[in-house]
Antibody
Framework: QVQLQESGPGLVKPSETLSLICSVSGDSLSVYYWNWIRQSPGKGLEWLGYVYQSGSTNYNPSFRSRLTISVDTSKNQFSLNLKSVTAADTAIYYC???????????WGQGTLVTVSS | EIVLTQSPGTLSLSPGDRAALSCRASQSVSSNLLAWYQQKPGQPPRLLFYGASSRARAAGIPDRFIGSGSGTDFTLTITGLEPEDFAVYYCQQYGSSPFTFGPGTRVDIK
């Protein structure tokens, strides 16, 4: 059974970098694409980007200048780094497994990140 | 970027009722790569079906959930609402980047 679990700080200061890890169990990172999505009351669900096992990425242009998504196949994890955060980046961050035809099949439970001094 | 509009914003219905939720795209969704998700409080979105059609129903999704549509107009129908169906429903297109979500339709108990 595929399971994803987000981890990382729940509080980040403005202007700093938000860093999260998604640990994947029950599956390898091959074949699929691995996504980050966030959800905030003001903006709903926003897709941030994805990474393939190869390391190739696809980012939402709205975040491209601040976002890095990378993969660590040895640990079966992928990560998100969002720099220069503001209060507007406060949200629940989800990781999810994607497939070209089947969309976002499996999601982590999400982790709340608050940007505040 | 494809903008998805969902209507209505809220549906107030009773158990046993039929719900019809609309999702309209600002341009044609490539290969009808549109998915529907259900979300309950404190939980992540749950995939209902992909490829716009209920022929591509995710595992464990009851057949009272029916998806239809193509191009720019898509519909999620729930025939005979069960108590566990009261939730927020989102559509999402993943045919072109950036992937985008609709704002959601809340189905609540009348």
């Amino acid at each position: 059974q595929v399971q994803l679990q987000e981890s990382g700080p729940g509080l980040v200061k403005p202007s700093e970098t938000l860093s999260l890890i998604c640990s994947v169990s029950g599956d390898s990172l091959s074949v699929y694409y691995w996504n980050w999505i966030r959800q905030s009351p003001g903006k709903g669900l926003e897709w941030l980007g994805y990474v393939y096992q190869s390391g190739s990425t696809n980012y939402n242009p709205s975040f491209r200048s601040r976002l890095t998504i990378s993969v660590d196949t040895s640990k079966n994890q992928f990560s998100l780094n969002l720099k220069s955060v503001t209060a507007a980046d406060t949200a629940i961050y989800y990781c999810a497994r994607g497939q070209t035809v089947r969309g976002l099949e499996y999601w982590g439970q999400g982790t709340l990140v608050t940007v505040s001094s | 970027e494809i903008v998805l509009t969902q209507s209505p914003g809220t549906l107030s219905l009773s158990p046993g009722d039929r719900a019809a939720l609309s999702c309209r795209a600002s341009q044609s969704v490539s290969s009808n790569l549109l998915a529907w998700y259900q979300q309950k409080p404190g939980q992540p979105p749950r995939l209902l079906f992909y490829g716009a059609s209920s022929r591509a129903r995710a595992a464990g999704i009851p057949d009272r959930f029916i998806g239809s549509g193509s191009g720019t107009d898509f519909t999620l129908t729930i025939t005979g609402l069960e108590p566990e169906d009261f939730a927020v429903y989102y559509c999402q297109q993943y045919g072109s980047s950036p992937f985008t979500f609709g704002p959601g339709t809340r189905v609540d108990i009348k």
